[in-house]
């Protein structure tokens, strides 16, 4: 086994990751977590110790 082998299972290894990253993202499940987290900025915080973004000490 040489440096070239090692190269060509290292290359195959992260196809097949990118390959399952692609899958995940486009997965069928994926979508209501993609669409939660990207309302995230948008959602109300009733936490009675929250402070508002606009009130900064300076």
């Not at 399952?20 to 209501?32: F, M």
């Not at 977590?33 to 606009?54: C, I, R, V, Y």
Request: glycine residues 12%; proline residues 3%.
């Amino acid at each position: 086994m040489d440096i070239n082998d090692l190269r060509s299972i290292i290359t195959v290894a992260g196809l097949l990751c990118f390959l399952g990253i692609v899958g995940w993202a486009y997965g069928k499940g994926a979508k209501k977590g993609f669409d939660e987290a990207a309302n995230l900025p948008f959602a109300e915080h009733d936490d009675q110790g929250a402070k508002s973004s606009t009130s900064h000490p300076r």
